[in-house]
């Protein structure tokens, strides 16, 4: 499971995947915003599995992976962002 700030990606089947958009608790975003994100994964093509007034769920493409065109979209709308991974730097400051 991949989980994002407004849902997550999880495994449906052994061959399919899965988005889950919820409303969080803690979020200043309405219901409106929360539609129009369902609207938006609904415009991507996506197959509606379940649907309440501000949670759902939609069944991704089988070859669904980082080629498939809607990739990177979902990923914006459920709030996935990619972790960055340490350097082991330490920050540094700059003479100013």
Do not use: C
Not at 44 to 68: M, N, V, Y
């Amino acid at each position: 499971m991949v989980k994002g700030k407004f849902g997550h990606i999880y495994e449906h089947s052994d061959a399919q995947l899965g988005a889950f958009l919820d409303h969080p608790v803690s979020s200043r975003l309405g219901p409106r915003a929360m539609r129009n994100k369902m609207r938006q994964l609904d415009g991507l093509g996506l197959s509606s599995k379940q649907r309440a007034s501000t949670e759902g769920s939609w069944l991704l493409p089988l070859d669904f992976g980082p080629q498939h065109p809607v990739f990177a979209q979902t990923l914006k709308i459920l709030g996935i962002r990619k972790i960055r991974k340490a350097t082991g730097k330490p920050f540094t400051k700059r003479a100013v």
